[in-house]
Nanobody, 123 residues
Framework: QVQLVESGGGLVQAGGSLRLSCTAS????????MGWFRQAPGKEREFVAA????????YYADSVKGRFTISRDNAKNTVVLQMNSLKPEDTAVYYC????????????????WGQGTQVTVSS
């Protein structure tokens, strides 16, 4: 079993930055791919970013490419999503997730999920 806890959400003005963290406990953190997803009110959950188990490969949704950066520190069991140049359309609940396979954008491939953290970007 893996437990994931997100932190770092909040309210920020458009153009600002936030840093989300996800700390894992349970099975060996370095064994699995990590992903970030988000869900806005009235919308389906969508892929944001993913990182391979060693951190050597990263993937981004087109909507965040060049603005968001995913990274991980296996020694600290933590994955981070640095979000810059935030836009009102980035407003959503952000979730981290663990996948015991290859990095993927597919929600169904992720085995464990955190409880989410709210990000609100004001215009």
């Amino acid at each position: 079993q893996v437990q994931l806890v997100e932190s770092g959400g909040g309210l920020v003005q458009a153009g600002g930055s936030l840093r989300l963290s996800c700390t894992a406990s349970g099975r060996t953190f370095s064994s699995y791919t990590m992903g970030w997803f988000r869900q806005a009110p009235g919308k389906e959950r969508e892929f944001v970013a993913a990182i391979s188990w060693r951190g050597g490969a990263t993937y981004y949704a087109d909507s965040v490419k060049g603005r968001f950066t995913i990274s991980r520190d296996n020694a600290k069991n933590t994955v981070v999503l640095q979000m810059n140049s935030l836009k009102p359309e980035d407003t959503a609940v952000y979730y981290c997730a663990a996948n015991f396979g290859i990095p993927t954008r597919q929600i169904r491939e992720y085995d464990y999920w955190g409880q989410g953290t709210q990000v609100t970007v004001s215009s």
